[in-house]
């Protein structure tokens, strides 16, 4: 009887962790894009083309918050259904209304074919930026955060965008940038003042290269994963994780930055998202440690 006692107790253990795992996976996702239109996000666009003047000298506008003519930023129906297409015709963003932190963010991107002034030339670009904070279009064109970089060929390398900076392991590549290396020495990235220093020497402080190549063919879609917890993050490219950064933070006050938007760029390329989901963590998933 005792046997058949703990054969029971150990089958009602698994059944409860079965189910407790089923409903973690099937229910604690949730969708930061409804697939239909563009409730729960805003976009600001600059002027198209990056021209901000016109062939009589005047200063031409950009286009703002939720002021998009062109359809730079649309919901269209792709094979695999609904996505949002990003034309890059004019720089800027879309950006989600509310700030989140602590979470495992996924969404899938794949390239479209169309590439603008004055990037025409490629490679294509775009972005997952995180811990978006201030107004729109004071960064650039979008707003300070930190950058998973979606380009083509460099899908998980990581820029700062604006007022911010992290550290992040990493040893020199050549002679101009740096590569993450788990195991390496912490090194500080921020947005360089290039009128300060060299060119080189400013992309070198700015740019960390992933760890491996883990992007799919050129029209493929793409799985983006990101982990944000605390002041800490991890980019992962269809399944590999290719970086891990920590001590995220605003120059301006050295005060953490561990929330804000998510943010997608639209930057002169056209390209595609969809499938944006979210979960809340209350540590970091132990696989990823």
């Known amino acids: 009887m005792r046997k058949i006692f703990m054969v029971l107790l150990i089958f009602i253990v698994s059944a409860c962790k079965s189910d407790r795992s089923t409903r973690d996976s099937q229910e604690t996702w949730i969708s930061l894009w409804n697939g239909e239109d563009l409730k729960g996000w805003h976009t600001y666009l600059g002027t198209p083309y990056r021209i901000e003047v016109d062939s009589l000298g005047n200063t031409i506008a950009p286009f703002g918050v939720d002021n998009d003519p062109l359809g730079v930023i649309r919901v269209v129906e792709t094979e695999q259904g609904n996505a949002i297409r990003i034309s890059g015709v004019a720089w800027g963003m879309i950006y989600t209304d509310k700030d989140y932190k602590n979470y495992h963010l996924k969404l899938k991107v794949k390239w479209g ?44 390398d990581y820029w700062p965008v604006g007022d911010v900076e992290i550290d992040i392991p990493s040893v020199p590549m050549d002679e101009k940038y740096f590569r993450y290396g788990k195991n390496a020495p912490l090194r ?23 760890a491996k190549d883990a992007e799919k ?70 696989k990823y440690r």
């Open 113 to 156: 074919e169309d590439m603008h002034v004055p990037r025409e030339k490629g490679p294509r670009d775009s972005g997952l930026l995180y811990h978006g904070f201030g107004p729109p279009g004071t960064a650039d064109d979008w707003m300070a955060s930190q950058e998973l970089q979606i380009q083509e060929g460099d899908m998980g």
């Open 188 to 210: 500080r990235y921020y947005l360089a003042e290039i009128l300060q220093t060299a060119v080189e020497d400013s992309l070198a402080k700015r740019r960390v290269i992933k």
């Open 217 to 286: 063919t050129h029209g493929e879609w793409n799985d983006i994963e990101l982990i944000a917890y605390g002041d800490s993050s991890i980019h992962i490219v269809n399944g590999q994780v290719v970086m891990q950064l920590f001590n995220s933070r605003k120059a301006i006050d050295n005060q953490p930055l561990d929330s804000g938007k998510i943010i997608l760029q639209s930057e002169g390329a056209e390209v595609y998202y969809k499938d944006i989901y979210l979960r809340s963590l209350t540590e970091i998933p132990e």
